[in-house]
């Protein structure tokens, strides 16, 4: 069943199937102001057995809702299929999991310990986010809305740091993922995209996946898109397209519902697509191996696990210029679900749409709307000349609000008051000079912000971090 309309349903064996899918799509894309959102729900067999399609995929003329052959940037949800090409080059005894970077990259001898032995970060830290590498190279990226190639990461090895102590601690990183997919290249003798192609999507029967957006079929185009306008609470804008270039292997990845229906059902061991990886290789990579984020949620070797949904759902989100994403699968039932979306950042109506959904079909709690965490207690003491210059509200597109303040004796970077969706926030920070701070914990851990023109207050008004530019606001 390759062929859908708009809507469409067919019988399952999965539990709870919603029937209202339409209206709860629709409320969706309503309450977080998408201009688009499918969902679908899928089986063991790579099948659709619901879909729902809400708002425009289409900038300009008539309204164009999305179908499951629309094509959709999902970003890290690339991060899957580059651990899955890491495990089959295992399985075939090309590498070993446990296997330092340098001995696949030894180019990486280059890099600079300053939180931990280059000689610590191994593949298997680097598929749990435990690699303690940075977020991204230290070069101009998703400010520049130009990606650096894969030549120039490895050539910027001598500046790039090992954050934080390797094993020690979650660090998310679209460095590493970008460096297995070389690891990938390297062992297998062909470049990533056409191992890709050649042992996942071919065999999965996923055409339309690519990593570049033409496509002879016009029924596969890629969605129109768009990001949050600056500042926040206006209309949204035409969002750019900039190719991951040299780190395709996190987040490049362009795909449709009816394809990643495929990629799921190759997630259940027994399943039509064991050939791409055997069963005892499934458990292995799905397995809970490291703490994430709080008790219900742990690290597999490629995918996060969620246990407060009424089961253990597996899932990996997505958000790159204009595009957010999820894919989730419940393997007892044998059920998926995908959400996609052509706006980011999204306060996080992809994954939250894919827990509902879930929770409803297990008979587990909905999770409430995450609360911001309670910022620490202002601080008693008086201020510090140091810390003044740094303190103020900011801002990085595409939506990125945060302030930076003085509290319990120490600066901290927090989220805006509205909520948002953020990437470098919250965080402790340590002066490390007149113009810089560097992040003790979060996404930036081990990372500097380095700030630069002075007002004429005194005052930074521009700080990076992470690829991002923040200005004050």
């Known amino acids: 069943m390759r062929e859908y309309g708009h809507t469409m349903t067919k019988p399952s064996d999965a539990r709870a199937i919603p029937t209202d899918l339409d209206e709860r799509t629709e409320a969706a894309r309503a309450a977080f102001e998408l201009p688009a959102i499918a969902v679908a729900i899928t089986d063991e067999h790579g099948e659709i057995v619901q879909f729902a399609g809400a708002g425009s995929v289409a900038a300009e003329g008539p309204q164009k809702p999305p ?9 890290s949800i690339t991060k899957p299929f580059t651990a899955t090409s890491i495990f089959r080059l295992r399985d075939a005894g090309l590498l070993d999991l446990d296997d330092q970077l340098v001995v696949h990259l ?64 979650f660090k998310y990183s679209n460095l590493a993922y970008g460096l297995l ?41 890629l969605a129109d898109s768009w990001v949050t306008s600056r500042p926040l609470g206006g209309s949204h804008r035409p969002a750019p397209y900039a190719s991951l270039n040299g780190i395709a292997s ?16 190759a997630q259940f061991p027994g399943g039509p697509a064991a050939h791409v990886l055997p069963d005892a ?33 597996h899932g990996h989100g997505g958000g790159v210029f204009g595009f957010s994403s999820y894919v989730a699968f419940h393997v007892p039932s044998r059920t998926g679900v995908i959400v996609l979306a052509n ?56 939506g990125f609000p945060v302030r930076l303040e003085w509290r319990a004796g120490g600066l901290h970077l927090l989220a805006a008051d509205r909520g948002e969706y953020v990437l470098h926030a919250p965080t402790r920070l340590r002066v490390e000079g007149p113009d810089r701070l560097r992040a003790l914990d979060g996404r930036g851990a081990g990372e500097l912000l380095v700030f630069s023109d002075r007002a004429a207050d005194g005052g930074w008004s521009r700080f990076e971090v992470g690829g991002f530019v923040y200005e004050r606001t």
């Not at 490291?290 to 490629?302: C, I, Q």
């Open 343 to 398: 706006l980011w950042p999204s306060r996080g109506a992809a994954p939250g749409v894919a827990a509902d959904l879930f929770a409803d079909m297990l008979g587990g709690p909905r999770r409430a709307a995450p609360a911001a965490a309670p910022p620490p207690p202002p601080a008693t003491e008086a201020l510090p000349d140091v810390a003044r210059p740094f303190l103020g509200a900011w801002f990085a597109d595409p």
């Open 181 to 221: 997919g070389e690891v990938v290249a390297r062992r297998s003798g062909v470049p990533y995209v056409e191992y890709l192609r050649a042992n996942i999507l071919g065999p999965l029967d996923m055409p339309d996946s690519r990593f570049d957006p033409a496509t002879p079929d016009p029924a596969a185009a």
């Open 281 to 313: 290789t499934l458990v292995e990579m799905q397995a809970a191996t490291a703490v994430n984020s709080g008790p219900a949620t742990s690290r597999t070797l490629g995918w996060e696990l969620t246990t407060d949904l009424g089961g253990p759902v």
């Open 67 to 75: 179908t499951p052959r629309t094509a959709w940037r999902v970003a």
């Open 106 to 169: 030894p180019e990486f001898a280059a890099a600079r310990p300053f939180g931990g032995p280059v000689a610590d970060v191994t593949l298997r830290r680097m598929l749990l986010h435990q690699s303690g590498l940075p977020t991204e190279a230290p070069l101009p990226s998703w400010a520049a809305g130009r990606f650096p190639s894969l030549e120039e990461i490895l050539a910027a090895f001598p500046d790039t740091d090992v954050a934080i102590a390797p094993g020690e601690g």
């Open 250 to 265: 996190a987040g490049q990845l362009i795909t449709t519902a009816a394809d990643l229906a495929r990629w799921i059902a």
